[in-house]
T-cell receptor, first 114, second 117 residues
């Protein structure tokens, strides 16, 4: 089944404790991105990647890192999480960066930083 | 950055009633337009998209949307809703592929549709 998977689905952590949220897709998609969803703000893009070893900042990149060493994986790293990073995070992928392509979303990771 | 405005944050309706969820965008150039739906505790999935051609676009689950260039709107409609349509709906805009907007997708803040029996 074609899908985007994220792990973990739920995470409660404390300020300053490094964490990684994994994202993997099995559709051989080139383009992957991370969004955060906050009430009343919709989805905002954190980082995106057009292909292996090619990443760039979205609208809200502060406090986050990403890497794209393999085509299928695009982990999101929070080196020193803070409470304002408490949010619902979505990974998405699409065939290429062409704007017509549908983005496929993972099920989301709900992160709470205490 | 592109601006996408969803005019209603909450839309309550009764089952079998028609519904319209409004979306306006700000752009003087051609954009691609999307509606995504998010069911409770799930990721987003594509309902429909407008790329070019006919301004009336049909999507899954009986939804349709009409692109109006002069009013820069892309409202979503369904003639008769079901309880299972209860979800959050997001309008999104993809600007022309150039520079910093390459491959980007900009979302509105979402409209929560609640269908009551």
């Amino acid at each position: 089944e074609a899908q985007v998977t994220q792990n973990p689905r739920y995470l409660i952590t404390v300020t300053g404790k490094k964490l990684t949220v994994t994202c993997s897709q099995n559709m051989n998609h080139e383009y992957m991105s991370w969004y955060r969803q906050d009430p009343g703000l919709g989805l905002r893009q954190i980082y995106y990647s057009m292909n292996v070893e090619v990443t760039d900042k979205g609208d809200v990149p502060e406090g986050y890192k990403v890497s794209r060493k393999e085509k299928r994986n695009f982990p999101l790293i929070l080196e020193s999480p803070s409470p304002n990073q408490t949010s619902l995070y979505f990974c998405a992928s699409s065939l290429s960066r062409l704007r017509a392509n549908e983005q496929f979303f993972g099920p989301g990771t709900r992160l709470t930083v205490l | 950055a592109q601006s996408v405005t969803q005019l209603d944050s909450q839309v309550p309706v009764f089952e079998e009633a028609p519904v319209e969820l409004r979306c306006n965008y700000s752009s003087s150039v051609s954009v691609y337009l999307f509606w995504y739906v998010q069911y409770p505790n799930q990721g987003l999935q594509l309902l429909l998209k407008y790329l070019s051609g006919s301004t009336l676009v049909k999507g899954i689950n009986g939804f349709e949307a009409e692109f109006n260039k002069s009013q820069t709107s892309f409202h979503l409609r369904k003639p008769s809703v079901h309880i299972s349509d209860t979800a959050e709906y997001f309008c999104a805009v993809s600007p022309p592929d150039r520079g910093s907007t390459l491959g980007r997708l900009y979302f509105g803040r979402g409209t929560q549709l609640t269908v009551w029996p």
